[in-house]
Each structure stands twice: as C-alpha cells, then as structure tokens.
C-alpha cells in the first residue's frame, strides 16, 4: 500500500534556551547561540543565524525560536541588524550589505516562546505547541550546526515528509560505544527499498555499552557501532500530546521532562521512523573545546 502524501513542512523550532553553563562566563555576559562563527564565506555570523540559512535552503517558511524570559529581545535586536547610519558604513562592504538585509527579512519570519523554567528539553520543545498548530515540524539543536552536500540536511529530513505516513522521522548517525552516553540511541530494521531508512523498534536515552550491545541492534551495521540522534527531527504533531501528558503526570527522567522519553512512547502508539544521514556533517558547539574545534571545522568549505 502506498504511504499517503503530506504538504510540505512548512515550520521549524530551534531551542536556544539553554543557561550556557559550561561556557561560563562568556555565556554569562552573551547568549552561547550568539557566539560567532566565521563562514566558508569569510562572514562572521551568531551560531543560530546559520539555522536560520540552512532552514531558508530547505523551503521551511516559518521559525520559532525558543527562549528564556527576556532573551528574545537580543535576539530581535540581532536579526533587526544596524540602523540606517550603520548601514551607510557597510555600503563599502556588499556581501555585509546584503548580509543586513537578509537579516531583516528573517526578523518577519521569526516567532518566539518563552520557556520560563528550566525543566528539560522536553518541556522546552513543549512550548511551542501552538506555533506547531497540528503540522509536522523540524527541530533542531541551538548549539550544533548542520551541513550537507549538495542537500541541506534539514532539507533531507523535512522531504520524509512525504514517505513517512505521517510518522515522526529522526535523523541519526553512527556513534561508537565511547559515543553513546551523549544521545538517544535507537534499535531497528532498514527498509530494503530505502536502506537509510529505518523502522524504529526501540529508543533509549543515553544508553549503557551494556544495554546497547543487548537491545539496540540495527542490520547492517559493523560491530560495536550504534545509529544515535543526529541533532534534528521531524516531529508529528502527536509528540506534543504525549510532552502534555507527560508534563500533567510529572513524568520526568533525572529530574526534568525528556523529548526522547516522548519519542519512545509516540513510537509505541504511532511508529517511527529514523534517517540515517550519508554526505551530511554535525558540528557540535555544546562545550568550550568542541565550540574551538567546531568553529575551525566549519570554516572549511562543505
């Protein structure tokens, strides 16, 4: 039976919420996501700024960002670029003159919501809940940067939209054993038609060597090597239901109100599907020393 077909995604969420901890205290005096970080082209832009690119390659029409009370005024001011006096100044410069006015068309698609305690990533995807309004739509993480060639990424991931029958759709990548403590790790089966397309039979959080070696099996991969979370997912509607109930019941791991918990129960009830990235690179700015070697990284062109 063939999968019925879905419009385009049309809206994405990219959390950037997060205290900074671990870059404290530049994090303390500028927001982590508005850290710089020079192009292949040579332009230095905030770390967020390149979501805002790789979603407008990938069709998407419409961004929520979410914050902490009070930070989405620096980010508006960022995206409002110079003042017309400054503008001036930049006339000498046309890739930054043209690099302002963009910004400013981003200011129009760009939307807000506030998460205004500290609860999780869960909850933080949860507020976003009427921006989403029933329609599929691609997350991202703040703090990674993600680029593909020739596709973008997001823009991989958003076409699932069209064979996934309305299921959710993780990107992932291989990880080793040393790997797996940092990300939701899946078991499944690949699709013979579409081998880097996966059905889903299992999620866990930060998995044990020891339980994934035992349940977390995936065909046609070498020994000792696991598909984790990439960074990006394309969320059915459904998972903000489930974040609901979660949030209702006070179900919470280590304390806080977990997306990947989430993604283990809309599997049971909905199915699931990951993708399995090929050609596609993820920078991970999270900690002072991958924020180092990720900023040299992406200098390089794709």
């Not at 807000?112 to 009427?130: I, L, N």
């Not at 309305?166 to 579409?194: C, F």
């Not at 046609?220 to 459904?238: K, S, V």
């Amino acid at each position: 039976m063939s999968q019925p077909n879905h419009r385009p995604v049309r809206k994405a969420v990219i959390p950037i919420a997060g205290l900074g901890t671990r870059h404290f205290p530049a994090s303390h005096a500028v927001k982590k996501e508005l850290f710089p970080v020079v192009g292949s082209d040579g332009i230095a832009r905030a770390l967020f700024h390149y979501h805002l690119l790789e979603l407008e390659a990938a069709g998407i029409e419409q961004i929520c960002l979410i914050t902490q009370p009070g930070e989405d005024e620096m980010v508006q001011n960022y995206l409002r670029g110079p003042d017309d006096n400054y503008l001036k100044r930049l006339a000498k410069y046309p890739a930054l003159l043209r690099e302002a006015e963009q910004m400013r068309g981003f200011a129009q698609r760009v939307s807000f919501a506030v998460q205004h305690q500290q609860e999780g990533y869960g909850h933080a995807v949860f507020q976003t809940r009427g921006f989403a309004g029933g329609e599929m739509v691609l997350l991202g993480l703040g703090d990674h940067l993600f680029r593909g060639h020739p596709l973008s990424p997001y823009r991989e991931l958003a076409d699932m939209a069209t064979v996934s029958g309305g299921r959710s759709v993780s990107a992932v990548n291989r990880i080793s054993a040393g790997e797996l403590k940092g990300y939701g790790t899946i078991a499944g089966r690949r699709r013979t038609d579409n081998p880097r397309l996966i059905d889903v039979s299992l999620i866990i959080e930060k998995p044990a060597v020891a339980v994934a070696r035992e349940q977390l099996h995936v065909n046609d991969l070498p020994p000792e090597t696991w598909l984790g979370w990439f960074g990006m997912h394309l969320l059915a509607p459904g998972i903000y239901d489930i974040l609901a109930e979660m949030i209702r019941n006070d179900v919470r791991d280590n304390g806080e109100f977990q997306l990947t918990r989430a993604q283990e129960i809309q599997r049971q009830r909905e199915g699931y599907l990951a993708l399995e990235m090929a050609g596609a690179e993820r920078f991970d700015f999270g900690v002072p020393d991958d924020f180092v070697a990720s900023v040299q990284a992406f200098r390089r062109p794709a």
